[in-house]
């Protein structure tokens, strides 16, 4: 394996893309999905063939699961590098030849020119280019265009490179890889202003402040969770929407490859390395075998460079004189003359490297890492260089890039050889000056940074794989134990490392190993020339406990659950996939043998992420937008639900708390949204009415009545799912009330089993639920006022919308009205324990620890246990004097996916004893069908659980709606919810007119994730 090649590349959306070297294609992309609740496998992949056009007239060089689109040639070149964008839209694919191609995700192709979003799993060619027609042909011409059209670029846009090919006698090769193959490539940071987390501390209590978990059990230490702002660097595409690569090729040709203003299509730029006439010779400036690129704060690109015929490592510093888009390259200008981004390039060391180390023996440069100092605003810019020793070895220098008087001894020149740097033109000379040194016993076949450059890993000849700080080497990989009870143990916790977790070895033959970005994976691919299709093997993190535990002491359970909470909040900082932190969450939960210890370590996972998040209850009953839009809520329920679910989707009590809190939210959040359309709606036309224009027109004539229709429609379904959650919860408290006047023991075991007591004590949920009811009330309102208004008859579509709205309200089994009453005396009954238990006790009751028992664990509190009494009372008393109790009781509700699931006999099949280790090690192309049972109806027919309505999965004739198109579907790669790829806007065909319509788009929210957090991909 060549020490500039990549091929495997994993996309802060968890997308995992990989070269496959021969075959029928030789790109594939996966992810990590749940099979069954609980079993996590790499899904069947997306299998891609790659290859350049052969003339600008090709549309695009892109075969998709063997369905050919276009291309040149059935001969694929393999691909050497693959790289995900910053923001994880973007895939750049380069072969060997060093042709580029740039895949976009999460976007689909309306027509020629338009783009709509759609889940990440969905990729369309953006650009695709061409260095040369064949590896030994003479050079392709140079095409010239306009500057604008340069530009501005057209779809899919093939220019030939400026590159001179070599012939093959002049050393066209060097060991077999082409002059234009890329070695050093980088995808631009965005200028975007984020948080970061600072490593969580640990802190020694004091006796009189020991601290407690969940479960009441002591401890003397905790760990302390902070974070702050991270410092963005200076560079970045001028446009805050675009994005922008740079690459270099072998010949020392620097490629810039940047989307220009015409949407999202990408145009090259290029300029030569050569040093200055004076400087160049034909011994310096031979092939290039490393390269790298970082990115200082200063605005600049630092380069390093290395060619093996003369042994020389030339440090440059590249900028970006933007042009036209630097003045904004989204405004329209008033003259035509646009100036194309050009690349300044300035050498500002050059150094020799000896054949001999510091040690004396020989030495071989294996690798080049240039780390961009993104992690702290006062990092300083490290230049890492691997070599490899003929003993078996090999040595890892650290460098920074120094500055040094003329004249003065450089210790980096003592072994070489007479060579002299020749910059004289200022009085400073910068250099390398070694920072630290250390030895390995093995060849380092990989190394790398991760974790925003906080770390660098190095992957061993033998399968080892090590984890080091970044700003000192330091080890991190764990230790025998997780224990961290000894003063002698790490004090700071950053990454599951540092709580006893590895990636064990790989002792298959791999071609090349890369960590996730969690810290929590690694995926590799096996070295196997005979197969067409290589296996691709995910391993999780684990500690180094042994398998089937019997306990865990709070501390080590508190160390353990601090690196997952430290790890998942930075995964929330950085908005990227969670995955394999979860799948490696739930294969260490999976190593206790009771359920109570595995409770006990959920609990406290749950409990240190809400610590890690700074989540907080701040808000007001009637904040609801505040409540729906804080991100920590929907990430760290879903890691609830997600920790909470076993095989065949049966739920613990947390885990069904979870799912319900997050049906919740999502209802609620399209009720919102819907509500504000209306209303935003409603002010426009009446300041249209006051507009002269209109002054004599009838108001219908600039209402458009099909909009407001599919506003109504658009809720139906989350209306109906918390009509019938609110009758569930009827079910539950009738059957604590049926057991009350019989067997205590019964009774007491269906009252602490309870889902409604803590839901409705919990202020979360509490509130999300009475401000959903008041919202769609709201909405019914304004709609029958609408029709009054206007007179809409019953063959008007409003008018059949708003209808059936007011039937799933006014014919449900409960009544609303004494419902809402009920909420309001649990808020005051919840207000009153506290207070009374404050006053009996002495002691002041943390709201969030409550919050925390009642909804992450499902269990009533010490402090609100005469509330539990006085809410079982009032539903007695005020809502079941005139309930049809048995028509409630035996309703049908299992489609709300609070169920346990298709139970078997065997006892296995509970959520308790369905933990099982997730399996993960799934070769593509053999994946199994996820499916979720409680999603599909009991006629057949499949739910869309974003929007709570039927799929139709063929053309029908609705009476309200129309007729609905034949969409694709999406599923969640982690609870299994099904979907429809086109948002709810469409149940309507589109009336477009000029009036005064605003589009809902409330399910636009969720077109990428789904409302539990996770992916969504396409599937069919």
Known sequence: MSAYTKTIAWSKHGFIAYANPGGAYNVGITHMEVVDGKMWQLADPQTFAIQPPVNAEASNGLKRNGNTVKGSDDNLSPVSHLEWSTVGDYLGCLDTHGNMTILGGGICKETNDQYNYSPFNDFVVLYNDTVAESPRKSPMSTTTSDPKDRLRGLSHNHRPSTTTITEAGEGMYFGGDYSTRVIGFEWLPTHKNNYGVVPASKVALSSDTVKTDLQNEPATFQFRYKYQPQVPLGFS?????????????????LCLWYQGTHRLNFLRSTVSLDDEPGDASRYENALLSHANLGFQRSGSILLVTYSPFS?????????????????????????????PPKLLVKRVAKEYIPPLGLAGSPQKLNHIKVVSSNYTSDAEQDIYLVFDEPHGGSTLHRYHLSSMVLNQENMFFKNSAGVKNQDTSTSIERHLSLKEMLQFEKHVSHFD?????????????????????????????????????????????????????????????????????????AVYLMHDKNKEQPPLILKLAESSSKKDRASLSFGERLTVSAAFAVSHSESCFASSCCDDLIAAAQLEISKYKSTQHQDSLIDTINQESHAALKFSLNYANDQLDKLLGNPPLQKLIGLQMSLGTGIKWTRTKSGKIAWAVLNLRSCAFGIMITLKAWFKDMQKIAMMKKDLKYKNLPTLQFVNINWRAEVIASVLGVVKWIMNFIVFLYQDFLGITMLSAGNQRRFQQAFMESLAMPILMAKVPRVILSNAIKGFKQLLSFASKFIEEFRLGSDNVVFAATERLREIINDSLIDLELFEKFLGNVEYAVKSSITNYKKAKGTTSDPLVIEQKLVCQGKIPEELMDAAKIILKLFNDSLCKDLDRSKVFFYDLKWLGLWDGEQDDDSSSSPRSSRGSPGVSVIPGSAITPMAPYYIHDRGEKIDYLRKNLIVERANQFPLTGVRKVYREKRCVRCGSISSVDESAEIIPRFRKKTASTTNNWDMAFHRLCFCGANWVSIG
């Open 237 to 253: 595409h001028p446009v805050a929407t675009k994005q922008a690569c740079i690459g270099i090729r072998r010949n020392g040709e």
């Open 449 to 521: 940074t991760v974790g925003r450059n906080m770390f660098v890993y190095c992957v061993l000849e033998d399968g080892t794989i090590e984890l080091r700080q970044a700003k000192n080497l330091k080890k991190k990989c764990g230790g025998s134990s997780a224990a961290v009870n000894d003063d002698d143990k790490e004090k700071y916790v950053m990454s599951l490392f540092d709580a006893g977790f590895k990636i064990h070895q790989i002792k298959e033959r791999t071609s090349f190993v890369l960590l996730s970005p969690n810290l929590a994976a």
């Open 311 to 339: 042994r020389l490592l030339k440090v440059y510093l590249v900028s970006i004189d933007w042009g036209s888009l630097k003045k904004n390259g989204n405004e329209k200008r008033k003259d035509d003359v646009v100036v």
